[in-house]
């Protein structure tokens, strides 16, 4: 594909994420920030979300396993990924974070495990578009053309 | 140092002012378990162009902030985190190193809003956080600094408020005690290098002093001045008396007048702290006072040093009685052995020293005046830090005690008690060599009328109160500040040919003077080491800046820390480095006592050891070899630098 492709698709690819609600606007944010001292901050900050992300979930689904279920401990792990994926833009993550919060505080087994299941089908979700994007990019730069900025 | 007058007035609105590139270079903590978040607040503050670093455990910021006092002028914590609550760790910041703290949040909720509020929270920020939120977290920090001098009464003298206001221009001003020396900032050097300047001038309370183009009091006009006081005695130096005595053409009664007050409000403000005009006992009474005063008015309020210095009501007798203290009419006094003076400085700096830097500057007297411009560069972190270790190693108390004038920093705090036991110890050297000049008056290098003879052996090094200094760090510190006060002291010419023994705290202001930069930046990446070269550059502005005994010495009287910092000595190197060479001439006295201050008072918190508890600061002990070379080599070259120092600066430096 010729550069001038890719961009297209690119900055379409990037639009559509924020418009279906996958990113919001903490992610241009982020986008901003990356400069010349600060070049791959983007994929920096979001290769630490997905390592921060699946730790938490990993962590989730072992205190919900558990026969006496820690709901602080659950509150606080959701608390968290709330906290993360609100920063990185990650919109429809954090959204489940909100409901999940709320089932812990009744205490409900049950409808944590669901709320846990969104939030994986979520985070796998924008995961997989954020690296869709990432690998537009790098093919952009290896085309030799320069990545759009979308705002 | 010529200060004018009409920069007081100037400095203050600046005090509340941002310098140039201020809040460039403001030093922010960042705490948060969620790495993400950290990441993402880390670059939004440098595009701030905020020196930032970032924790990911509250406890571990918590030993970053104690044992580097005065490294930070403002921390960001998340609310929840695993191994400590938010809150409590809001409350210790603020209890001990009381700086403003900002809450982060993904929770909004009101009521966590406002425990924020209740314990002491300056804002509250809600995640995700924008970075226009973040670039007027500075405001948080001049806001504080502001309320805290406004707080006490700084009546009277216009320094004391400026300085306090200066030291509390955040970054610029973290180091009120320093003199000259810009906090952290960069630009704040130069900005407080003005204001320091600017200070002394104000010191005199004399209008008319302060409009008229300035009198640089050289070493040898002062020694005048001195023994013309003397001669007259205290009860009679009226200006206009010493002003025939010392019939020095062009010198103006006011001029005297002027410089007898700086002097006298000096000793006053000594005296009302020790409460004892004279002492008699091996130290200078003046100097002695105030570190005894201390121990035994540790709890002397924050600001009262201020007030008394402020208040420019001294009865003339008390002026001329400080003053002829000051002048070492009683040679025993000038003479303290370095045991006592150590001992001293111990029991000073055990109490929680309520001397508020600022005051001691105002003086602009022997007080260490630390270089003024401690830029915000990690040098000046590191200066910092070895500032704060020198406390410590004095055992100062809270940094909070030593209130260096409105600067929350606690490391202004330390300084003051450093200083005064610097000033003290200058002071001693200083009349010593008054009275060896006047018996050989024009006999021996004209260098040793100045400086403020800091006798390395009067210096309270951390060689010779090993005890004392709770710098955990390995003899081999130690010795770099050794190294260092020797460059120091051979600045001070003075010292040259004693240069060798001088220890510890002159040559770790000397270090600290690093030009390179603000002796207070803790980088982020732990890059203390920048300005561990001392040069020879670097030791001539030491050599002004370090001369933290207004004794007119060099110009730059690296602010005298004790050097009893072990691994703080690279720090200080650094930033005496940054305490910035040219600014440092120009503030003299001032400049040095910043240092100190900069380096508040390490309450017994974590030994000089932990610092390298902080991952971030690993880097700064790696310095710690560097400076002690160059300070060897700049000590040959003290001398030679010190030469070059005008006479005024040394003189203004002691009549600051």
């Known amino acids: ?151 | 140092m010529v200060s004018m007058s009409g920069d007081v007035a100037t400095c203050k609105s600046e005090a509340t002012v941002v310098t140039d590139h201020f809040p460039v270079g403001l030093r922010v903590l960042v705490v948060d378990d969620d790495v993400v978040c950290l990441r993402i607040i880390e670059q939004m503050l440098r595009r701030c162009k905020y020196s930032v670093t970032t924790c990911t455990q509250a406890m571990v910021a918590l030993s970053l902030l104690r044992e580097k006092r005065g490294t930070f002028d403002i921390v960001l914590s998340d609310v929840h985190m695993p191994d400590m609550d938010g809150f409590k760790l809001l409350e210790l910041v603020g209890l001990e190193m009381d700086l403003p703290v900002i809450m982060m949040s993904g929770d909004g909720r009101t009521n966590l809003v406002m425990r924020g509020v209740q314990h002491g929270a300056c804002d509250y920020l809600i995640k995700p956080i924008r970075d226009e939120e973040l670039k007027n977290i500075w405001q948080h920090v001049v806001r504080k600094r502001y309320n805290s001098s406004k707080e006490p009464e700084c009546s009277g003298s216009l320094d004391d408020n400026d300085r306090y206001k200066r030291g509390s221009d955040d970054a610029e001003c973290a180091s009120s005690v320093i003199e000259g020396a810009d906090g952290v900032l960069k630009p704040q050097k130069k900005k407080r290098e003005t204001k320091e300047e600017e200070d002394t001038e104000m010191e005199n309370d004399d209008p008319s002093t302060t409009k008229k183009p300035r009198v640089v009091w050289s070493v040898e006009l002062h020694q005048q001045f001195v023994s013309a006081v003397n001669q007259l005695g205290i009860d009679k130096a009226v200006p206009k008396r010493i002003l025939e005595l010392m019939n020095v053409p062009g010198l103006t009664r006011e001029n005297v007048a002027s410089h007898l007050q700086e002097n006298q409000k000096f000793r006053l403000y000594l005296k009302r702290l020790s409460g004892v005009v004279q002492q008699q006992g091996g130290l200078p009474s003046t100097f002695c006072g105030p570190i005894e005063q201390n121990s035994e008015h540790g709890s002397l309020g924050r600001f009262d040093i201020q007030a008394l210095a402020a208040s420019g009501q001294i009865p003339p007798e008390t002026l001329t009685a400080l003053h002829a203290e000051l002048l070492g009419r009683s040679t025993s006094n000038l003479v303290l052995p370095a045991v006592e003076i150590q001992n001293l400085l111990q029991a000073s700096l055990q109490q929680a020293k309520c001397i508020p830097v600022d005051q001691v500057m105002a003086y602009g007297q022997p007080l260490l005046k630390c270089p003024p411009s401690i830029s915000n560069s990690k040098h000046l972190s590191q200066a910092i830090l070895s500032a704060e270790d020198v406390h410590s190693g004095f055992g100062s108390q809270r940094a909070k005690n030593i209130c260096l004038g409105p600067s929350s920093n606690p490391i202004e705090l330390a300084a003051p008690n450093s200083n005064m036991l610097m000033a003290m110890m200058q002071q001693q050297q200083w009349q010593k060599q008054q009275q060896m000049e006047l018996q050989h008056r024009q006999s021996g290098p004209p260098v040793v009328n100045h400086s403020i003879n800091v006798q390395p052996s009067c210096l309270v090094l951390p060689s010779q109160l090993p005890g004392n200094f709770q710098v955990g760090d390995s003899p081999a510190s130690i010795s770099h500040a050794s190294s260092l006060s020797k460059s120091s002291v051979i600045d001070y010419g003075v010292l040259s040919p004693q240069s060798n023994n001088s220890s510890g705290v002159v040559q770790v202001l000397d270090r600290e003077l690093k030009p390179e930069c603000g002796l207070n930046r803790l980088p982020s990446g732990g890059s203390l080491s920048r300005s561990c070269s001392i040069n020879a550059d670097n030791s001539v502005g030491l050599q002004l800046h370090n001369s933290s005994s207004a004794f007119g010495s060099s110009k730059q009287l690296p602010a005298l820390i004790p050097n009893h910092l072990g691994s703080p000595v690279p720090y200080y190197i650094n930033s005496s480095q940054v305490l910035d060479q040219g600014h440092m001439r120009n503030s003299g006295v001032g400049k040095c006592a910043s240092i100190p201050s900069r380096f508040a008072v390490d309450e017994s918190d974590s030994p000089m050891c932990n610092f390298n508890t902080a991952k971030i600061y690993l880097e700064e002990t790696k310095v710690k070899q560097e400076p002690n070379m160059n300070v060897m080599e700049n000590a040959k070259v003290g001398p030679a630098i010190f030469q070059t120092f005008q006479p005024g600066d040394l003189m203004s430096v002691f009549g600051d």
Do not use: W
């Open chain 1, 1 to 151: 594909m010729e550069v001038g492709q890719l961009q297209r698709s690119f900055v379409e690819y990037m639009a559509s994420l924020f418009r279906e609600g996958f990113l919001d606007a903490q992610f241009s944010q982020l986008q901003q920030l990356q400069d010349d001292s600060n070049p791959d901050f983007v994929v920096e900050v979001v290769s630490l979300f997905f390592e921060d992300s699946e730790r938490l979930l990993n962590d989730l689904t072992m205190a919900l396993d558990q026969p006496n279920v820690d709901f602080k401990q659950v509150d606080a792990h959701v608390h968290q990924l709330k906290g993360s994926s609100s920063s990185v833009g990650a919109q429809r993550v954090k959204n489940c974070c909100v409901p999940f919060r709320n089932c812990c505080e009744e205490q409900n087994t049950e409808t944590c495990l669901r709320c846990l299941q969104q939030i994986k089908q979520e985070y796998l979700l924008v995961k997989n578009k954020l690296q869709t994007l990432f690998e537009l990019e790098q093919q952009i730069v290896a085309a030799g053309g320069a990545i759009p900025m979308v705002q």
